[in-house]
């Protein structure tokens, strides 16, 4: 059982920037994705990226979006720039899945941290 602990997120302004992390207790290795999602109301589980034998992205997110893995801290990043506001959202980490874009092929998630993006 892996155990996620996310940090980062708030408030900013259009344009700006903001990095999350989701730090895991536990074995990530072994092939499976780790991966990025939000949830906005009314859709849940947004795709957003994910790192396995390199990083995968949503092609709404590429070009914006950077996912980086330290694997000494046993931790992985999402950086993310040119925030708007429809970037506003609560925003998942997971970990476990085989098919990085499904949802519902991961078995631990993080907490979840709320990004918003306003003027």
């Known amino acids: 059982q892996v155990q996620l602990i996310q940090s980062g997120g708030g408030s900013v302004q259009p344009g700006e920037s903001l990095r999350l992390s989701c730090a895991a207790s536990?074995?990530?290795?072994?092939?499976?994705?780790w991966g990025w999602f939000k949830e906005r109301e009314m859709v849940a589980s947004i795709y957003l990226g994910a790192s396995r034998d390199t990083a995968y992205y949503a092609d709404s997110v590429k070009g914006r979006f950077t996912i980086s893995r330290d694997n000494a801290k046993n931790t992985l990043n999402l950086q993310m720039i040119a925030l708007t506001p429809d970037d506003t959202a609560m925003y998942y980490c997971?970990?476990?899945?085989?098919?990085?874009?499904?949802?519902?092929?991961?078995?631990?998630w993080g907490q979840g941290t709320q990004v918003t993006v306003s003027s």
């Open positions: 997971a970990f476990g899945g085989r098919y990085c874009f499904d949802s519902t092929q991961y078995h631990n």
């Open positions: 536990g074995y990530t290795d072994g092939g499976n994705c």
